[in-house]
Each structure stands twice: as C-alpha cells, then as structure tokens.
C-alpha cells in the first residue's frame, strides 16, 4: 500500500452518491459545485458562497470533489457510454498525480517533469491540494469546457482564483495548470478523434469513428447470426426510464468509439497480446452451444428478484458501481491525500488500460448481443420472460418480443466491458493495500430503480461487499440478469481483466517510485 500516512475521514460515508469514478472524479470533470447551475437571477456572490475548506489540513478529492450531491455530468455523457467516461475520469485522476508528485519524495509525473520541491513545501496539504484543483480546473477547461462554470464556482468558493494562469514551476497554481495542460495536450491527440478533424476539413465531429467497422448485419436482419447486430429502438436520452424522449423517433445503434482499441495503453505496448478465447459458447455452427447460451440469458431472466434488479442497474451506471467503489476502498483504508490520489492513479490507470484491451477485443470478434439470439433461436416459440416495467414474469412471450431489462450497449457483445472493468480495477486495488477489503454498503430505497421507477425494489434493498471479491462476482453476474451479456462471456471477462489491474499496479508504483526514464 502507498501513502504517507492516515488520516480519519470524517463525516463521509460511502452510501452518498458519489461522483468519484474508478479512482477518478466526475465532480471534478463536471459537477463540483453544482450550485453553479442555480435558476437564473442568483447571484454570482450566492453561487459562489463560501465552502468551509481548510487548504492546510483538507483533502480536495475527499472533501471537495468527492462530496457533490448532484450529478450534472450525467447532462454530458450518460453513465452508461462507458469509453468517454472512463477517459476524462483517467484523465482527470493522471493530472492530480502529475501535479502532487513535485511535492512528493520520489513521484514522477504521467505526462510532466516538473521537478521536486523542498520537503517543507509538503508540511501541510496546502501546496498539493491548489496544485491538485488548478490540474483539475485545466484538464475541464481542454476537454469538457461545458462544465467550466461549475468549477469556476468552487474555485473561488475556496478562494482560488480561477482565472490565475500561471506556469511558475516553483508555484503550486503553476505547477498544477502547467500539469493540467500537458494531460490535455496528450489526450486531444490520443487518437479517440477528440477534435473530430479526422479524415475530415470541415464540420468537426467529435468522436466519430475513422477506423471504418461497419456491422454485418443491420438492425433488420441477422445475416450472421454469431456478430454483432445494431439494435433499432425509441430515442431516449440515453437512460432505462421510459418515456424520455421524442415520440415516434427510433434510432438505430452505431458501435461507439471503434477507436478506443487505437489507444496508447500506459502498461502494455500492444493489446493483441493479451489472448482472450474464441467466443466459441455462441458459434451458430455449433447450434448446441449457442443454444445453450441462450437459454442461460432467458432463465436468468424469467424471474427476476428485486435484488437482481438492483444489481443490474447498480453496476450498468458506472457512476455507481465501478465509481464509488474507489472512493469506498479509500475511506476504509483511510488514506492520507497523497494515498488518494495515488490509489485513484492506479485504479484509473487499471480501468483504463483495460478499456482498451476490451475494445480491441469487441472489434476482433464483434460478437452478437443476447437479445438478437434469443430471437433467431426462438423466434415465435413461447418463453417464460421477464414482461416489462411492471408487468412481472409472463410465459406466453414470442421469442422475437424478447427484451433485456437493461438497455444494450452500443458495442459488440464480447467480452463484457464492465466485468472486466470491475475485475481489473478490484485487482489493482487488491495489490495497492494487499488485501481484498472492500466493506462497501449501499441502500437501494423502495421504488428507486430506473427501469421500474415506484414499483421496485418493493422495499429497502441494501447491498454489501465485504471483499472485493465479493464485488466482482456480483458485478460479473449483473450483466446476466440484466440479460446484456452471456454466463461464458462474464466468466471470462473476470480472468481477462485481472491481469490488467496487475500491470496497472506495477506501472504505476514505479511512477510513484520515480523508477521511470526521464
């Protein structure tokens, strides 16, 4: 475990909703001070009343960001687009390390050499946490500009001053924005297509893919029954509840960000060197196997309990369950601000390297989704299935009728982006404190979920993970119930993304160690 000591967390409690993701923050990407966002006709003096904030002794990820109540990043990206979440996380949680590690003993920053400060510069917290706020304020200011106001407010509600633009590396304010500029330099060429200029002049489009995947089938016809096949849908705002959105407006899906798998990793060279198996259990040649598969998605499905229900919601949005699970491991660890941005690092870097590895994988696969095979095995053949909002388990449904209780992510089936996400990051952090510790509680109120808004779960459910083991296996088998990913899919992912989380670790213990080449 690395940190420079332990400190109580006072006050906080894991159950909040958290905006902190994988180690890195959404608050701080987006919400942080989301008063900014008051109705029009507050004052910019009541927007920015105030927070009570000690420089000297405060954690800013802990005490600032971590403590948000409301999530506006949701208005931005949906918790469920998993790559550009991850990555402004990722990218936030490098620029807190880069700019803390000029007051740390040893650290050496992701993407700046800013060099190293007198010991006595780090007596108290505060040169770290104005160093770690002005990375922060950068990194918002490159890559999601949308949400600036938000932390403008929070900035001068600790009384910083937003607009100080300085870039002395004996400064705290200069080292942070100078940190904060050199994670936003590598990330808008880090080949997601940020800028939206490639392969094109004009009309900019952010993200879009330029690597050319095109499905084999469309989203009227599974020509191959084994890949990946577009869903067509009502437009929703990209969220389980229904009604949210135009009337008689139905979209088609696009596989999103293709070209995540392009992406530099920090811990390995080349994904492709990480095998992941055939995903032979859902071959259409061998009819048995992938018959098999189905019916184990349709079971799982046919009778689903509250607690499922919970679960699969509970680890769709990243904002929960990969997002708090950090900042839970943190507070039960008690770490010192050094330990969280450390912590916050590596889990940041396990999630992210993973995501990359996981992408490559969709694309050399592009297998098809549980809800395209149930229909081509079952057509108009009458299963026992989930009914719907509300309606409860029917057994007179057509195979063709047959719907997931959660939403299907715009990507090829295999492997499972979130387990292996969750496997990757409880490895990482397993490593980091050398222990499987979770001890992690989080209460469902009745009526809460999305999908089934007041109906269930029918009471309280509370969650509990004492080992992270605990959590991985809960956030493998979410994806099953949520009837969006196969049982063999699940059970491999969990071994796929272990490894990353270990290569994460190693990586950036020797950031930490300054065991890099300068």
């Avoid at 222990?435 to 992690?440: A, I, Q, T």
């Amino acid at each position: 475990m690395t940190t420079s000591g332990r400190s109580s967390v006072s006050g906080f409690s894991p159950q909040r909703r958290s905006l902190l993701i994988g180690g890195a923050s959404v608050a701080a990407l987006a919400t942080v001070g989301s008063t900014a966002t008051a109705a029009a006709g507050a004052s910019a003096a009541s927007a920015a009343a105030p927070i009570d904030f000690d420089l000297e002794s405060g954690n800013f990820i802990r005490d600032l960001i971590a403590r948000s109540d409301r999530n506006t990043f949701e208005e931005l990206v949906a918790p469920m687009d998993v790559t550009l979440l991850m990555r402004f996380t990722h990218a936030t949680s490098v620029g807190w390390f880069d700019a803390v590690a000029p007051y740390h003993p040893t650290a050496v920053g992701f993407y700046s050499r800013l060099g190293r400060r007198p010991a006595g510069e780090a007596a108290t917290n505060r040169n770290k946490n104005i160093a770690g706020l002005h990375a922060t304020y950068q990194v918002v200011k490159g890559l999601i500009p949308d949400r600036l106001p938000e932390f403008q407010t929070l900035f001068e509600a600790v009384g910083l001053n937003p607009g100080d633009e300085s870039q002395d590396k004996t400064s705290p304010v200069g080292i942070g924005n100078l940190a904060g500029k050199a994670v936003v330099a590598h990330f808008q060429r880090d080949g997601m297509n940020m800028l939206g200029d490639e392969g094109r002049e004009y009309h900019g489009r952010p993200y879009e893919d330029y690597t050319g995947y095109a499905p084999v089938n469309s989203a009227y016809k599974l020509v191959h029954p084994s890949r990946w096949q577009p869903q067509s849908g009502p437009h929703r705002r990209r969220n389980l509840r229904e009604g949210a959105g135009d009337k008689g407006v139905f979209i088609v899906q696009q596989f999103v960000t293709p070209q995540m798998r392009l992406v530099k990793p920090h811990s390995y060279q080349d994904p492709g060197k990480y095998r992941l198996a055939p995903p032979n259990h859902i071959d259409h040649t061998n009819m048995r196997a992938y018959k098999r598969s189905v019916d184990e998605i349709v079971e799982a499905q046919a009778n689903l309990t509250d607690e499922q229900k919970v679960k699969a919601e509970f680890f769709d949005n990243k904002l929960l369950g990969i997002g708090q699970s950090g900042k839970a491991a943190a507070s039960a660890h008690e770490l010192d601000l050094d330990g969280w941005v450390h912590l916050f690092a590596t889990n940041s870097t396990a999630i992210y390297d993973a995501l990359i590895a996981a992408w490559y994988q969709k694309n050399k696969y592009d297998v098809v989704r549980p809800s395209s095979a149930v229909r081509h095995v079952y057509g108009r053949s009458k299963l026992t299935a989930w009914g719907g909002p509300g309606v409860g388990t029917v057994r007179n449904m057509p195979g063709s009728e047959w719907m997931p209780y959660l939403n299907v992510g715009d990507h090829p089936e295999y492997p499972s982006g979130s387990t292996t996400l969750c496997s990757a990051e409880a490895q990482a952090t397993r490593r980091f404190f050398d222990d499987d510790v979770l001890d992690w509680r989080h209460v469902a109120p009745a009526g809460s979920t999305e999908v089934e808004r007041g109906i269930s779960p029918a009471k309280d459910v509370e969650l509990y993970w004492s080992t992270w083991t605990d959590f991985v296996k809960d956030c493998a088998i979410s994806r099953v119930w949520g009837g969006v990913h196969f049982k063999k899919t699940i059970e491999r992912s969990v071994v796929f993304g272990e490894q990353f989380g270990d290569l994460a670790y190693e990586f950036v213990q020797k950031q930490i160690k300054g065991d890099v080449k300068h």
